[in-house]
């Protein structure tokens, strides 16, 4: 049995304000409209995503006191249907834009609107549906070990609008703040936004190595609210792979064969064509940016490897809880189903936050997901079997990764979790299970993109899920309105994912002039990771992929768990850039310097979750996110793009202070704002 936990929400079990109502629902859902378009967007543009529940909770607050009179409850029900947008729209620009790669455009067909919204819609239940028998076992049991930062941070903000006065005053100031910087960062560039410290290629004793850092707000206050020892070792994993494997390559490995690695995976033409990642010169056959091209061509793959190494020791020590969980949910269903009518429900002997929806609504719908996989002519197989073997793939792969996406962002939030990462090693391991039925060939590259889409989907769901979980355990929502929700955001958001993408994949007349009939993959929208998951399906089908490179990680990870350091969070580390990583680890850097603080004082906090840093850091982190998508929105507006461009004092500064200067300012900024985190942190 699952033990009883001793947390207090912030709205007790015994009471029920209003929640699950209509005007909270359609709320969300436009929200869920809005940011998964923007997503759509920004993940084609640039290959990235921003976090949704924290911006929308914010939105939720000021609407709902202004406008709408909504509860905490209800706020939290319009954040968690909005969420499901930027996690739909984030996994289908990852890996649909792929049918387009495919050997001879044989999967061109399957890019329209009903195949993306059918995969969206079916990727997306899977998700939500896994997590249901999860919650238990991740959200309650592990409250104390998976700090879920983004979740966390959503509940304090919720928490925060709901109590006023002086204790939302601080995360609100974060919030200020936040925005004041992304300002100065996003629109008018006064702040650099990657500074970069890098040696050249040319350097005797260490070439090619570079710290980097996206100096973001909402990753300093990420790295706040995980802390100092998670941060570390997702520090520590860049800087494996920045200033030790890379410079490594770099010193061994020719410039052309770094390009050819790179054509390989798709990202050159071809050797003569300049360009790519790193900005190969093929007159002078080297790279303006080595380390970055390195990193595309090796140590991506090295972290997918050690990502899924990770992931599957992760699962091995999660079984015994999983299965405490699903026998305690079996147990619950089985009562219930054999109650009559006289006798008392389950929802009437159960506590109001402790009501899931039925394990057997997830039984169920996996079995109407597996026949509509087999029936519907969106997915792709030449017989009943092959579409069997797709559904029956998902849902194999879908339980797995949708625990581990759940475990990752618990550690290190949404933003930062590899979805692509374990979307690389499902469509490894459909790619030999085709091979292993002898599917081999073009013709079944499009069913492994399916079952990858799917998984994608599914697990960039599962992490935002979780995250909802995690702010409804805290504030004391009920867990089955929010699934009902959750499934209602997934089916609204992905019917505006679909008609997005198709939209900003129509070619332009210029690109038309070109003879180029699909925006996406033009210098438009690159569409990054959709190439590449198209690239690995092709060389895995025709036996033509690095297992060097993807085991190499596989190990590197199991050394790590032999030591006793957390193998899929150093995974997570070596996988992401050290640009991303390294802010989060000033984060926690500032929590433990602002925790000695406290000790050394002898103060002791009551609840370090709404303390001074925490929600300080809250609002940091709804600052960067709103401020980012805010951006994106903007972008979207081709004239608007323009008028932004037009504000950047970038070219003046860098003119003024030189290059370095400019960088210089940008991290003296960032070290300001962390500064101002500290002070808050300690200040009584």
């Given at each position: 049995?699952?033990?009883?936990?001793?947390?207090?929400?912030?709205?007790?079990?015994?009471?029920?304000?209003?929640?699950?109502?209509?005007?909270?629902?359609?709320?969300?859902?436009?929200?869920?409209?809005?940011?998964?378009?923007?997503?759509?967007?920004?993940?084609?543009?640039?290959?990235?995503?921003?976090?949704?529940?924290?911006?929308?909770?914010?939105?939720?607050?000021?609407?709902?006191?202004?406008?709408?009179?909504?509860?905490?409850?209800?706020?939290?029900?319009?954040?968690?249907?909005?969420?499901?947008?930027?996690?739909?729209?984030?996994?289908?620009?990852?890996?649909?834009?792929?049918?387009l790669?495919?050997?001879?455009g044989?999967?061109?067909?399957?890019?329209?609107?009903?195949?993306?919204?059918?995969?969206?819609?079916?990727?997306?239940?899977?998700?939500?549906?896994?997590?249901?028998?999860?919650?238990?076992?991740?959200?309650?049991?592990?409250?104390?070990?998976?700090?879920?930062?983004?979740?966390?941070?959503?509940?304090?903000?919720?928490?925060?609008?709901?109590?006023?006065?002086?204790?939302?005053?601080?995360?609100?100031?974060?919030?200020?703040?936040?925005?004041?910087?992304?300002?100065?960062?996003?629109?008018?560039?006064?702040?650099?936004?990657?500074?970069?410290?890098?040696?050249?290629?040319?350097?005797?004793?260490?070439?090619?190595?570079q710290?980097?850092?996206?100096?973001?707000?909402?990753?300093?206050?990420?790295?706040?609210?995980?802390?100092?020892?998670?941060?570390?070792?997702?520090?520590?994993?860049?800087?494996?792979?920045?200033?030790?494997?890379?410079?490594?390559?770099?010193?061994?490995?020719?410039?052309?064969?770094?390009?050819?690695?790179?054509?390989?995976?798709?990202?050159?033409?071809?050797?003569?064509?300049?360009?790519?990642?790193?900005?190969?010169?093929?007159?002078?056959?080297?790279?303006?940016?080595?380390?970055?091209?390195?990193?595309?061509?090796?140590?991506?793959?090295?972290?997918?490897?050690?990502?899924?190494a990770?992931?599957?020791?992760?699962?091995?020590?999660?079984?015994?809880?999983?299965?405490?969980?699903?026998?305690?949910?079996?147990?619950?269903?089985?009562?219930?189903?054999?109650?009559?009518?006289?006798?008392?429900?389950?929802?009437s002997?159960?506590?109001r936050?402790?009501?899931d929806?039925?394990?057997?609504?997830?039984?169920?719908?996996?079995?109407?997901?597996?026949?509509?996989?087999?029936l519907?002519p969106?997915?792709?197989?030449?017989?009943?079997?092959?579409?069997?073997?797709?559904?029956?793939?998902?849902?194999?792969f879908?339980?797995?990764?949708?625990?581990?996406?759940?475990?990752?962002?618990?550690?290190?939030?949404?933003?930062s979790?590899?979805?692509?990462?374990?979307?690389?090693?499902?469509?490894?391991?459909?790619?030999?299970?085709?091979?292993?039925?002898?599917?081999?060939?073009?013709?079944?590259?499009?069913?492994?993109?399916?079952?990858?889409?799917?998984?994608?989907?599914?697990?960039?769901?599962?992490?935002?899920?979780?995250?909802?979980?995690?702010?409804?355990?805290?504030?004391?929502?009920?867990?089955?309105?929010?699934?009902i929700?959750?499934?209602?955001?997934?089916?609204?958001?992905?019917?505006?994912?679909?008609?997005?993408?198709?939209?900003?994949?129509?070619?332009?007349?210029?690109?038309?002039?070109?003879?180029?009939?699909?925006?996406?993959?033009?210098?438009?929208?690159?569409a990054?990771?959709?190439?590449?998951?198209?690239?690995?399906?092709?060389?895995?089908?025709?036996?033509?992929?690095?297992?060097?490179?993807?085991?190499?990680?596989?190990?590197?990870?199991?050394?790590?768990?032999?030591?006793?350091?957390?193998?899929?969070?150093?995974?997570?580390?070596?996988?992401?850039?050290?640009?991303?990583?390294?802010?989060?680890?000033?984060?926690?850097?500032?929590?433990?310097?602002?925790?000695?603080?406290?000790?050394?004082?002898?103060?002791?906090?009551?609840?370090?979750?709404?303390?001074?840093?925490?929600?300080?850091?809250?609002?940091?982190?709804?600052?960067?996110?709103?401020?980012?998508?805010?951006?994106?929105?903007?972008?979207?507006?081709?004239?608007?793009?323009?008028g932004?461009?037009?504000?950047?004092?970038?070219?003046?500064?860098?003119?003024?202070?030189?290059?370095?200067?400019?960088?210089?300012?940008?991290?003296?900024?960032?070290?300001?704002?962390?500064?101002?985190?500290?002070?808050?942190?300690?200040?009584?």
């Amino acid at each position: 049995m699952i033990p009883t936990s001793t947390h207090k929400p912030f709205i007790p079990a015994t009471e029920s304000p209003a929640e699950f109502t209509m005007k909270a629902i359609i709320t969300g859902a436009v929200f869920g409209v809005l940011f998964g378009a923007a997503t759509v967007y920004l993940s084609l543009k640039a290959g990235l995503s921003v976090s949704a529940s924290i911006p929308i909770a914010v939105l939720a607050i000021s609407l709902g006191r202004r406008f709408l009179n909504t509860t905490i409850l209800e706020n939290n029900i319009i954040q968690t249907t909005g969420s499901a947008g930027e996690s739909i729209a984030s996994g289908v620009v990852f890996t649909m834009p792929g049918f387009l790669f495919l050997t001879n455009g044989t999967g061109a067909e399957f890019f329209n609107y009903w195949t993306i919204l059918t995969l969206s819609i079916l990727g997306g239940l899977v998700g939500t549906l896994m997590m249901i028998p999860l919650r238990r076992s991740l959200i309650v049991q592990e409250h104390g070990t998976l700090p879920y930062p983004e979740g966390t941070a959503c509940a304090s903000v919720l928490i925060a609008g709901e109590k006023g006065g002086d204790f939302a005053k601080t995360a609100y100031q974060g919030l200020g703040v936040a925005l004041l910087y992304a300002l100065l960062q996003k629109v008018l560039h006064v702040v650099a936004e990657v500074p970069v410290w890098a040696t050249r290629q040319t350097n005797r004793y260490f070439p090619s190595a570079q710290v980097a850092g996206e100096i973001t707000p909402e990753y300093l206050g990420v790295g706040y609210i995980i802390g100092f020892r998670i941060s570390a070792v997702l520090v520590g994993g860049g800087i494996l792979a920045w200033l030790g494997l890379i410079p490594l390559l770099a010193s061994v490995v020719p410039g052309d064969t770094i390009a050819l690695q790179l054509q390989k995976l798709g990202y050159l033409t071809n050797l003569q064509t300049s360009g790519g990642p790193g900005g190969w010169n093929p007159q002078t056959h080297t790279f303006s940016d080595t380390a970055a091209a390195i990193y595309r061509a090796y140590i991506r793959q090295i972290g997918a490897g050690a990502v899924t190494a990770g992931g599957f020791m992760t699962l091995i020590k999660t079984i015994p809880t999983i299965v405490s969980s699903f026998r305690q949910s079996f147990s619950r269903s089985s009562l219930n189903a054999i109650e009559t009518e006289g006798q008392l429900s389950q929802s009437s002997q159960t506590a109001r936050t402790e009501q899931d929806l039925s394990v057997r609504i997830v039984v169920i719908g996996s079995a109407v997901l597996v026949g509509l996989m087999v029936l519907l002519p969106q997915i792709p197989g030449d017989s009943v079997v092959t579409k069997l073997l797709i559904a029956i793939l998902v849902i194999v792969f879908g339980f797995f990764f949708v625990t581990v996406a759940s475990r990752i962002v618990g550690l290190i939030g949404s933003s930062s979790s590899p979805v692509s990462g374990m979307t690389i090693a499902t469509i490894m391991g459909t790619a030999l299970v085709f091979i292993g039925f002898g599917l081999t060939g073009k013709a079944y590259e499009p069913a492994v993109l399916v079952v990858g889409s799917m998984i994608c989907v599914a697990a960039a769901n599962a992490g935002a899920t979780s995250q909802d979980l995690k702010t409804g355990y805290l504030i004391g929502a009920t867990p089955r309105y929010q699934q009902i929700a959750l499934f209602i955001g997934v089916i609204v958001s992905s019917l505006v994912v679909g008609a997005t993408v198709k939209i900003l994949d129509t070619p332009t007349p210029d690109l038309v002039a070109q003879g180029i009939t699909h925006a996406i993959g033009s210098d438009k929208f690159p569409a990054p990771q959709g190439t590449l998951m198209a690239t690995l399906i092709k060389g895995l089908l025709s036996f033509n992929l690095d297992w060097q490179f993807v085991l190499v990680g596989a190990f590197i990870a199991f050394v790590f768990e032999l030591v006793g350091v957390s193998a899929l969070a150093f995974a997570v580390g070596l996988y992401l850039p050290l640009s991303t990583t390294l802010p989060i680890f000033i984060g926690g850097l500032v929590k433990a310097i602002a925790d000695a603080s406290a000790k050394r004082k002898g103060i002791v906090e009551e609840d370090a979750d709404l303390g001074k840093g925490n929600l300080f850091a809250t609002g940091l982190v709804a600052g960067g996110a709103l401020a980012g998508v805010a951006v994106a929105l903007l972008s979207v507006n081709e004239s608007v793009y323009n008028g932004l461009l037009a504000l950047t004092v970038e070219p003046t500064l860098a003119g003024a202070l030189g290059e370095g200067g400019y960088q210089l300012l940008g991290a003296l900024a960032f070290a300001g704002l962390a500064t101002l985190l500290w002070r808050v942190a300690t200040k009584r």
